[in-house]
């Protein structure tokens, strides 16, 4: 149940981005009368999400026939692979937010005139198994490291995540719920960066105790004693499956490197780029416009989900 809550924050994260995405299109389809296409988009849909979260689900809980060792290995850099991945998700959102609903109507206006449908489901699609994959990367990162072998509550979560993810994407199309998409990518992004720390350690911990990086058993400092008498706590356990908080009380020397840089380069540039001072998309040249409607809806979008929602209204 430990990594329930995580599990859960990760796929409604992903799932927003993806529901979004895809809400938008459909939104643009049902506007210029193509609802044609929506067939198509709908089984892309199923099939990005289905093949991802099949081999999240293989990778997470399959049969296992490996060496200790080359678990050891494929653990720690399927580890480091899911940081990456997250790093990588937070900024480009914080990145592209703002202009992503005149982009994808620029680009879905210009697929429909160039006579090809088929690039707007393929954008679909795109998203969503880009999102797909790093939630199963992500998930697999964080139960491995939680140590926790169940099934149901892991999977749970992730499905509980993606049923809000797509009806909150759903009440944004129909113009329900107003939501300042801004501030939910920034906290959300705070949190997955303190999650991303916890599994950096465990990641090097992983590579240290198969021999491919030295200094398993080496610690820096040792209160592991502090950690017996809670280790048992549900609010223990919770802030474990969250953040690995076990490794801060024994770490060795390059795990406590390794969470301490990543945690201060990427707080910090976080911080930057939620204050516009760095990767943001000012200067960063517009798409060629179709037509003149299509550049004064450009100018005029935002980064919040009231907007969005209008622009559905408007659709429906």
């Known amino acids: 149940m430990s990594v329930f809550i995580p599990n859960m924050l990760i796929a409604l994260r992903e799932g927003v981005e993806a529901a979004l995405i895809v809400g938008i299109i459909v939104a643009y389809l049902v506007k210029v009368g193509r ?3 929506l067939p198509k988009l709908w089984i892309g849909v199923i099939l990005a999400a289905a093949i991802p979260m099949g081999c999240g689900i293989y990778w997470t809980w399959g049969p296992s ?3 200790f060792q080359a678990q050891e290995i494929l653990g720690g850099s399927l580890s480091i692979v899911a940081v990456g991945f997250v790093t990588w998700m937070i900024f480009w959102m914080g990145k592209n937010s703002r202009k992503m609903t005149a982009e994808l109507k620029d680009k879905a206006e210009a697929a429909l005139e160039s006579g090809n449908p088929m690039a707007l489901v393929w954008m679909a699609v795109f998203a969503v198994c880009r999102e797909g994959a790093e ?3 992500f998930v697999w990162a964080t139960v491995k490291s939680s140590g926790d072998t169940g099934v149901i509550w892991p999977a749970a979560g992730v499905i509980v995540g993606l049923i809000l993810a ?3 994407g759903w009440l944004i199309y129909k ?3 107003s939501i300042n998409l801004k501030l939910f990518f920034n906290i959300t992004g705070y949190l997955l960066i303190l999650v991303a720390a916890g599994i950096m350690m465990y990641g090097i911990g992983d590579l240290q105790e198969a021999g491919v990086l ?6 820096l400092y040792d209160y592991s004693a502090v950690i017996g008498p809670v280790a048992g706590q549900w609010w223990f356990v919770l802030l474990n499956a969250f953040f690995n908080v076990q490794y801060w009380f024994y770490p060795t020397h390059a795990q406590f490197a390794g969470w301490i840089i990543y945690l201060v380069v990427v707080l910090v540039l976080f911080t930057l780029q939620i204050k516009g001072i760095i990767f943001t998309d000012k200067g960063k040249k517009a798409a060629p416009k179709v037509n003149e409607k299509a550049s004064e809806e450009t100018e005029a979008s935002d980064a919040t989900v009231e907007e969005a929602a209008e622009e559905a209204q408007i659709a429906g």
């Open 35 to 37: 609802k044609d296409v």
């Open 214 to 219: 030295p200094g398993w058993g080496v610690y």
């Open 135 to 137: 939630t199963a990367i």
């Open 175 to 177: 113009g329900s719920v």
């Open 65 to 67: 026939t490996l060496t």
């Open 166 to 168: 797509i009806v909150i």
